[in-house]
């Protein structure tokens, strides 16, 4: 029950799916949650389902100032940042190949997958450190370990955040920061964002088919790894690559 007591909690994207699963499980473990969503209804949505602390602020990943204002606010409001999770992310349209997918399609997916989860470092990082230390999760994907022919843009931001979490990692480490960085790498999760790279029952079980498991993962799932990232029973982890999907990437 108490996984998280007392720790302040930014989740991104935490309007919908993951994010919203993320929300509630720290919550119901103790801590107090700021849900940020670039959609309005569905981040209120969440802290109206949420049976332990949280409020809603409104937040594009990809700006800088949505940033440097949701920082600002927390440190005035709860007073410090002990964990952050980097979870707002989009898809794209699907399907987008490398030779269909447009220039402003990639420069999209990019700045919200990859900048929004730098600016979020960038960021979070002083409120952490200045909180005597936490914990970021950043969310990437199995498409990190593999090609995505059907989603160009999205398996290659994947990528980028892979690598940059260790980054991060190895640098706040070295600096005697007291802030972990890791990535979570869901497989397939039925969420909106699952949800639409399967677009009718066939395609539907044929990857459930795939997944040596046996099927989807739900966001709970993920949310479960995020915890024990956040929480301090993972203090000797950073750097870490947390794969949850079924099996998929051990094939
Ligand atoms: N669902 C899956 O199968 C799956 C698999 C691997 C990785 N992931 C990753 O997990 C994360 C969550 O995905 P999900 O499946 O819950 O998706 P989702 O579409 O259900 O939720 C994503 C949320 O992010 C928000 N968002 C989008 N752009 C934003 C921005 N610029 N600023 C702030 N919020 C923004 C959306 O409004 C939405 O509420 C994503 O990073 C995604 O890439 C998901």
């Not at 790498?185 to 795939?210: A, C, Q, Y």
Request: charged fraction near 20%; include cysteine; glycine fraction near 14%.
């Amino acid at each position: 029950m108490d996984r998280v007591a007392g720790k302040v909690v930014l989740v991104t994207g935490a309007g919908s799916g993951i994010g919203r699963a993320t929300a509630k499980l720290l919550a119901d473990e103790g801590a107090t949650v700021i849900v940020t969503d670039i959609n309005r209804p569905g981040g209120l949505e969440t802290v109206q389902q949420m049976g332990g602390r949280a409020r809603f602020e409104e937040q594009d990943t990809s700006r800088e100032a949505d940033w440097k204002r949701i920082i600002q606010d927390i440190l005035a409001c709860e007073g410090r940042l002990d964990g952050l999770v980097n979870n707002a992310g989009i898809a794209g349209p699907f399907p987008s190949t490398f030779e269909s997918e447009t220039v402003e399609q990639w420069q999209r997916i990019l700045s919200i997958n990859v900048q929004g989860v730098f600016l979020g470092c960038k960021h979070g990082v002083p409120a952490l450190r200045s909180s005597g230390g936490g914990s970021i999760v950043n969310l990437s994907s199995l498409a990190a370990f593999l090609g995505t022919p059907n989603l160009s843009a999205y398996g290659a931001s994947k990528g980028a955040v892979r690598q940059f979490t260790k980054t991060v990692a190895i640098d706040c480490a070295r600096k005697g920061y007291k802030v972990r960085c890791n990535s979570v790498h869901p497989g397939v999760i039925l969420t909106p964002m699952g949800e639409g790279i399967m677009p009718n029952d066939k395609v539907k079980d044929r990857v459930r088919g795939s997944i040596p498991i046996g099927d989807f993962g739900a966001p709970e799932d993920i949310a479960y790894g995020i915890l024990y990232l956040i929480s301090d029973e993972s203090r000797f982890v950073t750097g870490a690559e947390l794969v949850i999907d079924g099996g998929m990437n051990a094939i």
